[in-house]
C-alpha cells in the first residue's frame, strides 16, 4: 500500500551533505528542485564572501604561477590547517592536529595514522573547494531553495568551521526571516567537526532518522 511504501520514499528522496558535502548539496537541491523531500545540512562552514573572493584570487594567482597541480603551504595553512590551528589557540585541543575533528580518540587516531586521509590539496582542489563554499554560502543561492523544503543543520557546538555555532545560527535566522517554512538545527554542545563520528553520534543518527521519518 502506498501509506506502507511512504516512509521509505522519503528516506530514498532525502539528502544529507556533510562538510565538504554541504557545499555541494545546496547545487545538486537546486538543480533537480522537486526531487528532494528533505535536507540535512551538516557540519556546514559559514565563511565571510570577502574571505573567500580573497582565497580564489590567491589560488588562482598560485595557479598561474606554480601550475594546478602544485601543493601550496600558504593555501594548506589558510584553509585545512586553519581549523585546528584556532581551536589549539582557543584551548579547546592539545594533542594532534585531527583532535579538532571529534572527541573520539579512536578515530581521531585512524584519521591521524591514515595514509589517505589528510593529504595536502592541490592548488586546483582548493581553488574547487572555494569555489563550491562561495556558491553554498551565497544568499542569494540560498534563496533559490525550494520555501517549503523542510531542512536541518546539524553541527558541534565547538565545531571552527560554523564559528562554534554561530554561523549555524545565523544561516537558520536568515533563512527564517526570509520566508523558508520549515527549517530547523540542532547544535550538539562540545560536539566538534564531525558530529557524525563524534561520541554521541548514536543520538546524532537517531535525530537525523526523526526528521527524515516525521
Known amino acids: 500500500p502506498r501509506s506502507t511504501l511512504f516512509p521509505y520514499t522519503t528516506l530514498f528522496r532525502s539528502l544529507l551533505g556533510h562538510s565538504m558535502g554541504s557545499f555541494l548539496s545546496p547545487l545538486l537541491v537546486r538543480t533537480v528542485p522537486d526531487f528532494y523531500k528533505k535536507v540535512v545540512f551538516s557540519g556546514a562552514t559559514i565563511a565571510s564572501g570577502f574571505m573567500i573572493n580573497v582565497g580564489i584570487v590567491l589560488a588562482r594567482l598560485i595557479r598561474i604561477f606554480k601550475g594546478p597541480k602544485h601543493v601550496s603551504p600558504l593555501l594548506q595553512t589558510m584553509l585545512i590547517d586553519s581549523s585546528h590551528t584556532r581551536m589549539r589557540k582557543d584551548k579547546l585541543i592539545s594533542g594532534i592536529n ?117
Open 98 to 214: 585531527e583532535e579538532w575533528l571529534t572527541k573520539d580518540k579512536t578515530i581521531q587516531d585512524y584519521y591521524h595514522n591514515s595514509q589517505m586521509c589528510g593529504q595536502p590539496f592541490t592548488v586546483s582542489a582548493n581553488l574547487a573547494l572555494l569555489t563550491w563554499l562561495k556558491d553554498a554560502n551565497s544568499h542569494k543561492n540560498l534563496l533559490k531553495l525550494p520555501k517549503g523544503l523542510p531542512i536541518l543543520f546539524i553541527s558541534g557546538m565547538c565545531d571552527p568551521l560554523s564559528n562554534y555555532g554561530a554561523g549555524i545560527r545565523a544561516t537558520h535566522a536568515f533563512l527564517q526571516k526570509s520566508g523558508f517554512t520549515d527549517v530547523s538545527m540542532i547544535l550538539y554542545e562540545s560536539d566538534r567537526h564531525e558530529v557524525l563520528n563524534e561520541t554521541d553520534r548514536e543520538k546524532v543518527y537517531q535525530d537525523v532518522l526523526n526528521f527524515f521519518e516525521k
